[in-house]
């Protein structure tokens, strides 16, 4: 069958896809994996970063959604991302138990973004990136060592391996900045 | 190039606990009924072998019926409607149907170029069984006139592909002196164990 095509998110799904604690994974199951720091004892580590467009201006209105593997490397997920306070329905998140690891969070009004969460065990973060700009959204990887390694990794040229590696600015904090074109381009995937 | 382990060829999961039963209803979020047109949107969610995507996560997003967005940023000076929002999320059952109950959107002006209107659409976010089979995108209603001055619909240049962004009405969906009912199909592309660079 044929598939449905993308369309540009546009910009007005602000009040529809965000939604509190969307960039803050942490919580859940941390067993396992040989993480860092223990993981920075625990308390997970701060991914961040800005979203520039082909001119370098800051881009404030791209939505981005974080999928990752667990701290010993599963990538079975969890449901409960988006769980719901049963008076209200408002989005209370995720129960503290187990770890979903999906996240979700728009750019604020200086492009910058924040996710909070554990080490994955396998080394990145996948990353997908819509903006009203883009007919189709966008698939990068942050990876949290300071040398990318694996398939995708090894298939790159040693420049743009290192392109896809966070900076760790201090214990536990790293920066990734993604250009949506241009000079600095990030290294983004199609899978077809 | 191949990665069988690619975190991209899983992808999150959904369960009860993250859609409420109202979500789905996007007529019954306010003390009173919205204006316009009351429409049951519904459909399956396929993948390329036409098999069913089960509970899974469909969101939708759309202006009310006089083509105003509930958003800060948009300015057309069309009335807010204080019993719409246009906000609605639920699970693809075990058929993969999604199903909503909304009012149908209006068109609205979007200054890309003079005279520039927005058919009506509604938006929607899909996800799959992957993280690769990430889908937004737009459903248009049938008929419409608007379609052929859209830039947006026709960023897609193949003419058959256009079209398969257009629901259908569906006049068994109808529901007597309630609802008028429109069928939209999802076929969710890949996930392919291969990859290549964006745009190299
Ligand atoms: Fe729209």
Redesign the pocket.
Known sequence: MKPTPSQTI?P?YGYALPFAGGGDIRGGDIRGGDIRGGDIARGGITVHGHVYDGAGAPVSDALLEFWQADPSGGLRGAPGTLRRDPVTGAIIGRDGVAFTGFGRTPTDADGHWTLRTHTPGNGYISVCLFARGLLHHLYTRVYLGAEPSGPLADALTPERRRALAAVEEREGVYRFDIHMQGEKETVFLDFA | MEDPDAAELTGPVFGVTDVSPLDADLTRRHLAEPLGERITVEGRVLDRDGRPVRGQLVEVWQ?NAAGRYRHQGDGHPAPLDPNFTGAGRCLTDDEGYYRFTTIKPGAYPWRNHVNAW?PA?I?FSVFGRAFAQRLVT?MYFPNDPLLPYDPVLNSVTDERARARLVAAYDHDLSVPEWSLGYRWDITLDGPAATWTEHGR
Request: proline share 0%.
């Open positions: 546009g007005f | 202006a927005r659409h938006h737009q």
